[in-house]
């Protein structure tokens, strides 16, 4: 008789445990469009090539037990349709992830990389958003988030105003890119074999590189100012901007 209970405790545990790693991950279709990050605090992006976006969450948050048979909604009118605090939303040309709950959990997406990123960020508790082996577009505008990026070859438009922006990029598209930070670092590593035709700026701070940059020349002199200057590696091709106005630059080989 014991051993048939513990049988049947165990069992309801592993359909309880089941249950609740499944209440933990939402997923849709979605191979075109743009998907939209909105005020998402804590967040790992990861490309794919399929055609599903899922979202898991790492660290979900642990609502009172007062809620429980609740859904949590945000003071924009949002309400949690995932089951641990973010709504998902269909736009006209994608859809979005809101962050419902104040703090939040941890997140990790699967996104196929044919697919455009699109995040943002205003409030002062947003975490780095790490974005790994995408190759479509990315856009990105924060206040204080960070951008870690690993093995990138898609185009780049990110902007942060407290954030750093670092990471390693592979063979890069040949649409335009730029990178901001106003009170952060910008460290960026590059294939040493990249063509590209740069743009460095640092207004109060550094610029360090490995390259060997070939500097532009007007009148036949060589375009260089104390922290702001153009000039190419490898002959130049894809424009690359790279920005830290009060902070440091260092672009690397690797």
């Not at 075109?32 to 090539?49: A, D, H, Y």
Request: aromatic fraction near 8%; charge should be positive.
């Amino acid at each position: 008789m014991k051993t048939l209970m513990k049988t049947l405790l165990l069992t309801l545990l592993g359909v309880f445990s089941a249950s609740l790693l499944i209440a933990q991950e939402y997923k849709f279709n979605m191979r075109e469009g743009t998907l939209r990050f909105v005020e998402v605090n804590k967040v790992t992006i990861n490309g794919t090539s399929g055609s599903e976006v899922i979202i898991k969450a790492k660290s979900p948050k642990n609502f009172p037990e007062r809620a429980q048979g609740l859904r949590p909604i945000s003071g924009s009118g949002k309400v949690d349709n995932t089951g641990f605090g973010y709504a998902v939303e269909e736009n006209e040309d994608g859809r979005s992830i809101y962050q419902v709950t104040r703090n939040g959990g941890h997140i990790t997406v699967s996104v196929p990389s044919t697919v455009k990123l699109h995040i943002t960020h205003s409030g002062n508790q947003g975490g780095t958003v790490e974005i790994t082996d995408f190759s479509g577009e990315i856009e990105a505008d924060t206040r204080y988030s960070g951008l870690k990026l690993n093995n990138i070859t898609g185009p780049i438009l990110a902007n942060t105003i407290y954030g750093k922006i670092e990471g390693s990029l592979g063979t890069i598209s040949n649409k335009d890119m730029s990178i901001v930070s106003v009170y952060g670092l910008v460290d960026i590593a590059l294939p040493a074999s990249t063509k590209a035709d740069l743009k460095l700026k640092s207004s109060y701070g550094d610029i360090f590189t490995d390259f060997d940059i070939e500097f532009d020349e007007v009148n036949g002199m060589k375009s260089v100012r104390n922290r702001d200057f153009t000039g190419k590696i490898n002959g130049g091709g894809t424009k690359l901007y790279l920005e830290a106005k009060y902070g440091n630059v260092y672009l690397r080989s690797k």
